[in-house]
Each structure stands twice: as C-alpha cells, then as structure tokens.
C-alpha cells in the first residue's frame, strides 16, 4: 500500500511538473507577443484604416515643379527631390504608403485634390481661408514670408516704389494676392510658373517679382541678374492639403507629429535651411 502511494505521489508531481512547464511556455509566448506588439507601437506606424485612398497601399500626391527648394526638378525626370517630397516621403513611410507624385498646375491644384485627383498636396502650399475652404489642411510645416524680387541694381527698394509698375507673380499664388491687393502697380501679371515670373524679371518683362522668400533666395543664388529688394513678413505657414472630411489629413497630423518627436523635421530644416523647425511649426497655435 505505501508503495502504491509512493508511485502515486511521484505520478501527481510529474504531472504537476509538466504543467508548471506548460504554463511557463505560455508565459513565455505571451511576454514574446508583448514584446512585439509593443516594437510595433514604438515603430511609429499610423493606423489609416478609415483613410480614403485613391488606391490601397499608395499615396498619389499631386505637386508642382519646379519650385526649389521645395521641389527640385520634376517628377516626369527621375531626378525628383526637395524639402516637400522628402518630407512626404517621410511622412508616407509612417504611414505605411508608397508614395508617387504627379505634377500638376498651382492655379488647379486645389480643386485637383479636394475632387480625388490626388491624396495629398505637396507643393509649399500656404494656409488661407479661402483654400480652407475647397481642403483641408495639415498641420503646419513650414514657417514662409514673401519677398520682392527686382533686377539687379534696379531703383525698386520696397513694395511702396510699385505704384504704375508692372508686377509679376505664380497665379494663384500668395504672391498675387498680395501685389494685387496690397500695392500700387499698374498691372499684376499671372505666370504658370514661379519660375516664369522671376525670367520675366531677367528679361525685363515686368518691373518686379513677388514670390516666396525661399524660392527667391534660391533663384538668386543659382540665375544671377536678379535680387531682393525686400523681405515681405507676411505671417504665412505651409500645409498638405487633403480632399475635405478625409481622415488621411488626422494620419498626415500624426506623421509630422513623430517626425519632429523623432529629430527628422529638424534634419531636413538643418539640410535645406541650416536652421532648426521654429515654433510655428514644432507648437503650432
């Protein structure tokens, strides 16, 4: 009989035993599958479930290039870079997309996006009451003024020295807005491109130039015979405008969020700026 216990009693601890063991190695994958969903929280993906996207597992952004630095040359080049397409490619790897950009005209751009042409917009939009209402918009990535750009050695200073001049800008632009509503030139002439506006100055065309600082200062580095006569504080912010009500504008937020929590934001200011995102941008208002 006190055999009989015996083995009994060795039978009921190895079965003990084997299922400590059973339950460590449950432990063991429950703490495994923590570990991983936890590496998946941290890796910065966004969910974009309920984003509208014109095809699964793709970004189709529209922009329009030229417009260094924001856009270096053009998508149809193969030679396509710049602030906004390698801030967009950021933003897409958080969201899981593969981005493609196609160009289109500035003057349409907006409708283009809010009618599901395009997902996105990326194309140093400024952020206006009037656009806020055919998109919506991003949060803010880039703080922008405008500036006047003139011949070089030209008598034209300021803003104040355009009354009866012919002043040149992007269509649809800021720019235009500001030359039409806010200085004395005698005529305001619309060009498709930034670009085109500021070789109408070189050629003598028009008088003056209003376009984005940025832009301006790039052209006057690299064409020559142009200038900036003035800097336009203008208090404007750049955004990526989506198709109205489109939850992919809340991921967008989301990106651009861990991109500056990341150190990313500040590495392509520092690479195309030399300077660090301001406040405008990193604690928007």
Same mark, same amino acid.
């Given at each position: 009989?006190? #055999?009989?216990?015996?083995?009994?009693?060795?039978?009921?601890?190895?079965?003990?035993?084997?299922?400590?063991?059973?339950?460590?190695?449950?432990?063991?994958?429950? =703490?495994?599958?923590?570990?991983?969903?936890?590496?998946?929280?941290?890796?910065?993906?966004?969910?974009? =479930?309920?984003?509208?996207?014109?095809?699964?597992?793709?970004?189709?952004? @529209?922009?329009?290039?030229?417009?260094?630095?924001?856009?270096?040359?053009? /998508?149809?080049?193969?030679?396509?870079?710049?602030?906004?397409?390698?801030?967009?490619?950021?933003?897409?790897?958080?969201?899981?997309?593969?981005?493609?950009?196609?160009?289109?005209?500035?003057?349409?751009?907006? #409708?283009?996006?809010?009618? %599901?042409?395009?997902?996105?917009?990326?194309?140093?939009?400024?952020?206006?009451?009037? #656009?806020? +209402?055919?998109?919506?918009?991003?949060?803010?990535?880039?703080?922008?003024?405008?500036?006047?750009?003139?011949?070089?050695?030209?008598?034209?200073?300021?803003?104040?020295?355009?009354? $009866?001049?012919?002043?040149?800008?992007?269509? %649809?632009?800021?720019?235009?807005?500001?030359?039409?509503?806010?200085?004395?030139?005698?005529?305001?002439?619309?060009?498709? +491109?930034?670009?085109?506006?500021?070789?109408?100055?070189?050629?003598?065309?028009?008088?003056?130039?209003?376009?984005?600082?940025?832009?301006?200062?790039?052209?006057?580095? +690299?064409? @020559? $015979?142009?200038?900036?006569?003035?800097?336009?504080?203008?208090?404007?912010?750049?955004?990526?405008?989506?198709?109205? %009500?489109? /939850?992919?504008?809340?991921?967008?937020?989301?990106?651009?969020?861990?991109?500056?929590?990341?150190?990313?934001?500040?590495?392509?200011?520092?690479?195309?700026? =030399?300077?660090?995102?301001?406040?405008?941008?990193?604690?928007? +208002?």
């Amino acid at each position: 009989m006190q #055999r009989k216990t015996r083995i009994w009693s060795l039978l009921v601890l190895a079965i003990g035993l084997i299922a400590a063991f059973a339950v460590a190695g449950c432990g063991s994958d429950d =703490s495994t599958s923590g570990s991983s969903d936890s590496t998946e929280a941290s890796s910065g993906t966004i969910d974009i =479930s309920n984003a509208k996207l014109i095809q699964e597992g793709q970004l189709l952004v @529209g922009t329009d290039a030229p417009y260094p630095p924001f856009e270096i040359g053009t /998508p149809e080049s193969g030679d396509f870079s710049g602030f906004d397409k390698d801030l967009m490619d950021a933003i897409a790897e958080k969201l899981g997309l593969e981005p493609t950009y196609q160009n289109s005209s500035f003057d349409t751009i907006f #409708r283009d996006v809010a009618s %599901g042409q395009f997902d996105v917009v990326a194309a140093a939009a400024t952020i206006t009451p009037d #656009r806020e +209402k055919v998109v919506d918009f991003s949060r803010p990535y880039y703080e922008a003024q405008q500036a006047l750009v003139v011949p070089e050695g030209s008598d034209i200073t300021s803003t104040a020295d355009l009354g $009866g001049m012919i002043v040149g800008a992007q269509q %649809g632009t800021t720019g235009q807005t500001l030359a039409e509503d806010e200085t004395d030139a005698g005529e305001v002439r619309g060009f498709g +491109k930034g670009a085109d506006a500021l070789a109408a100055v070189t050629t003598e065309q028009v008088d003056a130039a209003i376009v984005d600082q940025p832009f301006a200062a790039d052209a006057v580095e +690299k064409q @020559g $015979g142009i200038e900036i006569a003035e800097e336009i504080s203008t208090d404007e912010v750049y955004g990526f405008p989506t198709a109205p %009500g489109n /939850p992919l504008n809340d991921a967008i937020d989301e990106a651009i969020g861990q991109l500056i929590d990341d150190g990313t934001m500040n590495e392509l200011y520092q690479e195309y700026f =030399s300077t660090d995102a301001p406040e405008s941008v990193t604690n928007p +208002k």
